[in-house]
Nanobody, 130 residues
Framework: QVQLVESGGDSVQAGGSLRLSCAAP????????MAWFRQAPGKEREAVAG????????YYTLSVRGRFTISQDNANGTLYLQMNNLRPDDAAMYYC???????????????????????WGQGTQVTVSS
């Protein structure tokens, strides 16, 4: 069973920064579409940022553009989410997810769809106080 392992969640004040990490096995990581999702209490899970690990432009949801950056370390099979200028409404459980590697068909119309992703991590909690 493929395991994605997130880390880096913490409690910070508004305006602070955090960097989340997601360690993935090569099978799920290499030449694949990966993304960060988040879910706040009482809300649906939403896509935050996505990327094709084989190269290409990243995708971001509008509310995090200019504040969050998704990146990758191919040598270590790790996906990152740098989060700056955090706001209270960024508080959520953050999840790492990966497409089925046999179908890495992520694009502007698909990267944000939860149903496209096959592998998920257990999540890492981000708390932002005002």
């Amino acid at each position: 069973q493929v395991q994605l392992v997130e880390s880096g969640g913490d409690s910070v004040q508004a305006g602070g920064s955090l960097r989340l990490s997601c360690a993935a096995p090569e099978y799920a990581y290499k030449w694949n579409c990966m993304a960060w999702f988040r879910q706040a209490p009482g809300k649906e899970r939403e896509a935050v940022a996505g990327i094709y690990t084989g190269g290409g432009k990243p995708y971001y949801t509008l509310s995090v553009r200019g504040r969050f950056t998704i990146s990758q370390d191919n040598a270590n099979g790790t996906l990152y989410l740098q989060m700056n200028n955090l706001r209270p409404d960024d508080a959520a459980m953050y999840y790492c997810a990966a497409f089925p590697p046999e179908r890495p068909d992520c694009h502007l119309g698909s990267w944000y769809r939860e149903s496209e992703y096959k592998y998920w991590g257990q999540g890492t909690q981000v708390t932002v106080s005002s």
